[in-house]
């Protein structure tokens, strides 16, 4: 069977994370989407997404295709009932699409808003859907418990350096490699992974759950609240509360991070802080791109989310519910603005359009520190970002 991961509607409410990725590549928990259904499906997956996207995403389509809904998360029950779906069946659930089995043909004109041709199949088990980018902050200490599961079922942890003190022993997972000195974790609450390679530095105290990915470092002396996950090839320092970190971004530096989600290749500069709460306590708006206004989120708690290539200076200072999107360069004393469109220079005395000759200039040295090639087509996505945001920069 041929295994394919699509982007559904809520694809642009996902937006500004998912300008430089599909659906599926989005990390919650400790892995990204994509792995999660290759690990079920035992198999691999390609991805129905954007058009700009798909150079670097390809799909592929063969003769019989089970296509998945790309912002659900699995579970054993919903893989066995797409596995028990027959040639033109497609899952819903309520008006959700899941998945479908279909043809050649039919899997390259399908559409989740035209299935009047097929038989539906309901399912009434409860699942995870990701639908917009405080979802990845709110649900991600569940599908880090299962992902905890799935990567540990079987093996026998590293050991851990006697001079560290470990609450709950038996929810910490170490991978080979990794390195913990004189430092405090409590996974009474929930479990710890510690990833291959990684580092966990002298006076961190971490409560789970908490995942630090391959590669990345905890600095000196930080304080972790769970549920929190630093992605691969990250650094994280100071004080943060329910973060996902995507992968290689930097916040290394005193200064709060809290109920938020961090793209790729973003760098937070010393003392920056988000503020999680209004002072009113009331309900935070985010700015959503699809109806391009400020949508409540149903939270009290929502701090910052910041798209890929996206970096602020030293003490930068973000509103509760600030939307900041791809490639965005901000510093200056103040609050920035709630939303900092895509390619915005500047600050709070007002932004400019980053120039982009100059910012793919600075993304390949950025990329070249960690032995990834700025290529052709990541060059091409980001064109086509700039082109696609150039409406909201009327500054």
């Known amino acids: 069977m041929n295994y394919i991961l699509f982007d559904d509607k809520y694809r642009n409410h996902l937006l500004p994370l998912t300008f430089t990725r599909p659906v599926a590549e989005l990390r919650i928990g400790i892995t990204k989407i994509s792995e999660k259904w290759q690990h079920f499906l035992k198999d691999q997956v390609s991805f129905l997404t954007e058009k700009y996207l798909s150079a670097k995403f390809p799909v592929n389509i063969s003769k019989d295709n089970i296509l998945i809904n790309a912002g659900i998360i699995p579970n054993d029950k919903l893989v066995k009932a797409i596995s028990e779906l027959e040639l033109n069946e497609v899952l819903i659930a309520g008006e959700e699409c899941i998945a479908a089995h279909l043809s050649k043909s039919e899997a390259q004109e399908f559409s989740c808003d035209d299935m009047t041709k097929y038989k539906l199949i309901d399912y009434n088990e409860s699942f995870l859907h990701v639908k ?236 070249q520190r960690r032995n990834i090639e700025f290529s052709k087509e990541d060059k091409q996505i980001l064109e086509a970002i700039f082109e696609q945001t150039a409406k909201y920069r009327k500054f």
Not at 299 to 320: A, P
């Open 132 to 367: 917009y980018p405080y979802d990845i902050f709110t649900l991600n200490g569940e599908c880090l418990i299962v992902d905890y599961k799935t990567l540990t079922q079987g093996r026998v942890s590293s050991e851990i350096n006697p001079d560290n003190k470990i609450i709950a022993p038996e929810n910490v997972f170490v991978e080979k490699g990794a390195k913990l000195n004189c430092c405090i974790i409590n996974a009474s609450e929930g479990p710890v992974y510690i990833g291959r390679n990684a580092e966990i530095m002298e006076g961190s105290i971490i409560r789970g759950p908490f995942a630090l990915c391959e590669s990345s470092t905890v600095k000196m002396a930080a304080k972790i609240y769970g549920p929190t996950t630093i992605g691969p090839h990250s650094k994280v320092g100071g004080e943060l509360n329910n973060v996902v970190i995507q992968a290689y971004s930097n916040k290394g530096h005193d200064g709060f991070l809290g109920n938020a989600v961090i793209g790729e290749w973003c760098n937070l500069g010393a003392d920056t802080n988000n503020s999680n709460l209004k002072n009113n306590y009331a309900e935070v708006r985010l700015w959503n791109y699809v109806e391009e206004r400020f949508k409540g989120t149903n939270l009290q708690f929502c701090g910052l989310i910041m798209g890929d290539h996206s970096k602020c200076g030293i003490n930068t200072m973000f509103n509760t519910g600030t939307v900041v999107g791809v490639f965005a360069n901000l510093y200056g004393a103040g609050f920035i603005r709630n939303f900092a469109p895509s390619f915005a220079w500047g600050g709070p005395q007002g932004f400019k359009t980053y120039n982009k000759t100059a910012a793919f200039y600075v993304a390949k040295l950025v990329m």
